[in-house]
């Protein structure tokens, strides 16, 4: 299903809050809070608007992996 969202970015690599917060299954209100405190996925500001890069998010994603309770995946 395509998204409203999906559907108005047409092919851009950058998302809005919202639509980042949806593609990583977190609120707005976290993903601005994770702003906030310097934490979260990278991201970028232009025209005064905040803008996520799929690969971006992705990374973040793939950095907060953990192999059982409290142990977080090292790269090798």
Do not use: C, I
């Not at 639509?19 to 609120?27: K, T």
């Not at 993903?31 to 799929?54: C, D, H, I, N, S």
């Amino acid at each position: 299903m395509v998204t409203e969202n999906a559907e108005s970015r047409k092919g851009s690599p950058y998302m809005r809050p919202v639509e980042a917060a949806e593609y990583v299954r977190l609120s707005t209100s976290t993903l601005a809070t994770m702003r906030m405190e310097q934490r979260g996925p990278k991201y970028f500001k232009a025209g005064g608007r905040v803008l996520y890069r799929m690969q971006d998010l992705d990374a973040w994603v793939e950095s907060q992996a953990y192999l059982g309770t409290g142990a977080r995946v090292q790269d090798a």
